[in-house]
T-cell receptor
Framework: KAGVTQTPRYLIKTRGQQVTLSCSPI?????VSWYQQTPGQGLQFLFE???????NKGNFPGRFSGRQFSNSRSEMNVSTLELGDSALYLC????????????FGPGTRLTVL | KQEVTQIPAALSVPEGENLVLNCSFT??????LQWFRQDPGKGLTSLLL?????REQTSGRLNASLDKSSGRSTLYIAASQPGDSATYLC??????????FGTGTSLTVIP
């Protein structure tokens, strides 16, 4: 079974631009979560989607948004990029009920110049 | 708000040594706890998931224990190898699939 895939793997943007990251979960998994990882803050939860609905949301500004499609694939969007948005963005999927094991993708490394 | 702490932040051991990584959390009302490893610049690899009704889980040379009442989990690695070098993260899972991650322990196993 293929693992969680994320595209693109690397991205360079400039301040003020917007970016869209994509995540394809493991086949059959309906929950997708997004995390931001930085050296200073560690892993921080962004949001979780289940059956196309946002079920949980972390403490991030409204510039960070996401969505999930009917095939469980998910995208996250960051608008008006800031230097501090430079990070590794990780996506994780889990089967379908709450509190299930999460499986992570390789991440997208975003650099904002 | 749940806070997860991992001690030590970094650990260096000679190959073959047995070692213990610690994870503590402030709110014992958790559902599950999951241990991961992360190689530099890569995503997280799931190692073990301990459900709240369990006290430990084992996989190969890894054994993880959970004591909810004291807010602690330990990851025991037997006969460490250079390939075990990575950052180890624990995450507590609360209701609604909310994950809280620790800051990690960076492990170096010296050949």
């Amino acid at each position: 079974k293929a693992g969680v895939t994320q595209t693109p793997r690397y991205l360079i943007k400039t301040r003020g631009q917007q970016v869209t990251l994509s995540c394809s979960p493991i086949s059959g998994h309906r929950s997708v979560s997004w995390y931001q990882q930085t050296p200073g803050q560690g892993l921080q939860f962004l949001f979780e989607y289940f059956s196309e609905t946002q079920r949980n949301k972390g403490n991030f500004p409204g510039r960070f948004s996401g969505r999930q499609f009917s095939n469980s694939r998910s995208e996250m969007n960051v608008s008006t990029l800031e230097l501090g948005d430079s990070a590794l963005y990780l996506c994780a999927s889990s089967p379908w009920k709450t509190n299930n094991e999460q499986f992570f993708g390789p991440g997208t490394r975003l650099t904002v110049l | 708000k749940q806070e997860v702490t991992q001690i030590p932040a970094a650990l260096s051991v000679p190959e073959g040594e047995n070692l213990v990584l610690n994870c503590s959390f402030t709110d014992s009302a958790i559902y599950n706890l999951q241990w991961f490893r992360q190689d530099p610049g890569k995503g997280l690899t799931s190692l073990l998931l301990i459900q709240s009704s369990q006290r430990e889980q084992t996989s190969g040379r890894l054994n993880a224990s959970l004591d909810k009442s004291s807010g602690r989990s330990t990851l025991y690695i037997a006969a460490s190898q250079p390939g075990d070098s990575a950052t180890y993260l624990c995450a507590v899972i609360e209701s609604g699939n909310q994950f809280y991650f620790g800051t990690g322990t960076s492990l170096t196993v010296i050949p």
